[in-house]
């Protein structure tokens, strides 16, 4: 691939009028956006929007004003991106307070199976709050396995299949489809973590026939540092699971000041506390920058940019730890080195900005809508170039930052 080549992709790339609509600096090529997504240049201004009418002029009439339906109206706005029906996700909180509040209420559903299987591995936080999880309820526990034997673990003992469908350091993905029916088939639940795949992958939980899911919005969907995750019920499921952190925002009448709880109906009661509304409206202004975008053709887009950084790391002489099948993978490249954190830091200090995963993974994020061919050709180039000289032997590089 040369940059000729990279730039006539360029010219017929569907994509080619998002990237204006984020606020990238011209000096970077940003291989991050699976980790915190850019900004969208249409967030700014609702933030002030909201900041200093909504809040600074309306004052708490504003709750009645738009801000107390928000967890719901988010959810609507993503539930197609998760190929589920309007009403069936709820937006707040975080990804791991979600996993904890399906969790317990997966243990809860069926007594008599004490069982939360997930794989090792899986991203930090759905395990550590799993194993949370499991210690609130009575005779529950927690059983992780490798991937080559989660079939096996699934038994008559089995509550819960707690799976992430897009690993965060290799990319590989789950087939969504036949996992949730292999966790059915046990008998149990599966809750699937969309963190690194919302935004990144078509999604269908409708078709699929998933239970549960989580997800993040700071990461492929732009929303902002924090910004609130969603949670997806199944709708035959919502009147049938109790949410365990039983907050007032989810009551049935949350302004009655009621001792006593009485969940609201649908997904009203995963709510817990009061929503973030700062959080909520850069994540509403980001989500402007779905309509219209094609899943397929941003799939096809994104192997095009994959294979511009294989090419670039096999050249390198980098191991690529993602699967070659597109649809067996997300939307990142992942390498291995034994000294991925200089390399990641000295394709930092030369504008590419990717992560490093603990111990030995370079990650580099494939976001088709703001990045271009030649983008990516230009970050291939640099990572040739930092292998090649040695460039990342500079002890500077090696300095490890709080949050890699
Ligand atoms: C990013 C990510 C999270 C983040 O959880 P927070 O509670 O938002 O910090 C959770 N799970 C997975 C798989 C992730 O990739």
């Not at 200090?349 to 494939?366: E, K, Q």
């Given at each position: 691939m040369t940059r000729d080549d990279a730039r006539a992709l360029d010219f017929t790339d569907p994509f080619a009028a998002w990237r204006d609509r984020f606020a990238l600096p011209g000096d970077v090529v940003y291989l991050d956006g699976n980790s915190l997504g850019p900004l969208p240049r249409a967030v700014p201004a609702r933030l002030a929007d909201v900041a200093e009418r909504q809040w600074g002029t309306r004052l708490i009439r504003s709750w009645n004003e738009g801000w107390i339906d928000a967890p719901q109206r988010l959810g609507a706005r993503i539930a197609p991106l998760i190929g589920a029906v309007a009403d069936a996700v709820i937006v707040g909180d975080t990804t791991s307070t979600h996993l904890f509040k399906a969790i317990v209420a997966a243990l809860r559903h069926d007594p008599s199976r004490r069982t939360v299987v997930s794989e090792a591995g899986n991203f930090p936080t759905d395990l550590h709050v799993a194993e949370g999880a499991v210690a609130c309820v009575p005779g529950a526990r927690l059983h992780v396995v490798e991937r080559a034997a989660l079939a096996d673990a699934l038994?008559?003992?089995?509550a819960l299949l707690l799976l992430t469908h897009v690993h965060y350091k290799t990319a590989e993905r789950f087939d969504l489809a036949a996992w949730t029916a292999r966790a059915h088939a046990a008998g149990a639940l599966i809750l699937w973590d969309f963190s690194h795949s919302v935004g990144a992958v078509a999604l269908d939980v409708t078709a699929a026939d998933v239970d549960l899911a989580v997800g993040c919005t700071y990461k492929y969907l732009n929303g902002g540092p924090g910004a609130p995750a969603f949670l997806y019920v199944a709708p035959r499921l919502q009147d049938a699971l109790a949410n365990p952190v039983s907050g007032w925002m989810g009551h049935?009448?949350?302004?009655?000041?009621?001792?006593a709880y009485r969940p609201a109906a649908g997904m009203t009661r995963w709510l817990v506390g009061t929503p973030p509304i700062l959080g909520m409206a850069s994540l509403d202004a980001a989500l402007d920058l779905w309509a219209g975008v094609d899943m397929a053709a941003l799939a096809a887009k994104s192997a095009a940019l994959f294979a511009i950084l294989a090419e670039a790391g096999a050249d390198a002489g980098l191991a690529c730890v993602s699967p070659t099948d597109p649809e067996r993978r997300g939307s990142h490249i992942s390498f291995r080195h034994a000294d991925a954190y200089a390399l990641t830091q000295a394709l930092i200090a030369r504008g590419v900005i990717g992560d490093f995963r603990d111990p030995d993974i370079l990650r580099l994020g494939l976001t088709p809508l703001y990045l271009s061919h030649e983008d990516v050709w230009r970050a291939g180039e640099q990572l040739r170039e930092v292998v090649a000289t040695g460039a990342w032997r500079d002890p500077a590089f090696a300095q490890r930052l709080a949050v890699t």
């Amino acid at each position: 691939m040369t940059r000729d080549d990279a730039r006539a992709l360029d010219f017929t790339d569907p994509f080619a009028a998002w990237r204006d609509r984020f606020a990238l600096p011209g000096d970077v090529v940003y291989l991050d956006g699976n980790s915190l997504g850019p900004l969208p240049r249409a967030v700014p201004a609702r933030l002030a929007d909201v900041a200093e009418r909504q809040w600074g002029t309306r004052l708490i009439r504003s709750w009645n004003e738009g801000w107390i339906d928000a967890p719901q109206r988010l959810g609507a706005r993503i539930a197609p991106l998760i190929g589920a029906v309007a009403d069936a996700v709820i937006v707040g909180d975080t990804t791991s307070t979600h996993l904890f509040k399906a969790i317990v209420a997966a243990l809860r559903h069926d007594p008599s199976r004490r069982t939360v299987v997930s794989e090792a591995g899986n991203f930090p936080t759905d395990l550590h709050v799993a194993e949370g999880a499991v210690a609130c309820v009575p005779g529950a526990r927690l059983h992780v396995v490798e991937r080559a034997a989660l079939a096996d673990a699934l038994d008559d003992d089995t509550a819960l299949l707690l799976l992430t469908h897009v690993h965060y350091k290799t990319a590989e993905r789950f087939d969504l489809a036949a996992w949730t029916a292999r966790a059915h088939a046990a008998g149990a639940l599966i809750l699937w973590d969309f963190s690194h795949s919302v935004g990144a992958v078509a999604l269908d939980v409708t078709a699929a026939d998933v239970d549960l899911a989580v997800g993040c919005t700071y990461k492929y969907l732009n929303g902002g540092p924090g910004a609130p995750a969603f949670l997806y019920v199944a709708p035959r499921l919502q009147d049938a699971l109790a949410n365990p952190v039983s907050g007032w925002m989810g009551h049935a009448e949350p302004f009655a000041f009621q001792d006593a709880y009485r969940p609201a109906a649908g997904m009203t009661r995963w709510l817990v506390g009061t929503p973030p509304i700062l959080g909520m409206a850069s994540l509403d202004a980001a989500l402007d920058l779905w309509a219209g975008v094609d899943m397929a053709a941003l799939a096809a887009k994104s192997a095009a940019l994959f294979a511009i950084l294989a090419e670039a790391g096999a050249d390198a002489g980098l191991a690529c730890v993602s699967p070659t099948d597109p649809e067996r993978r997300g939307s990142h490249i992942s390498f291995r080195h034994a000294d991925a954190y200089a390399l990641t830091q000295a394709l930092i200090a030369r504008g590419v900005i990717g992560d490093f995963r603990d111990p030995d993974i370079l990650r580099l994020g494939l976001t088709p809508l703001y990045l271009s061919h030649e983008d990516v050709w230009r970050a291939g180039e640099q990572l040739r170039e930092v292998v090649a000289t040695g460039a990342w032997r500079d002890p500077a590089f090696a300095q490890r930052l709080a949050v890699t």
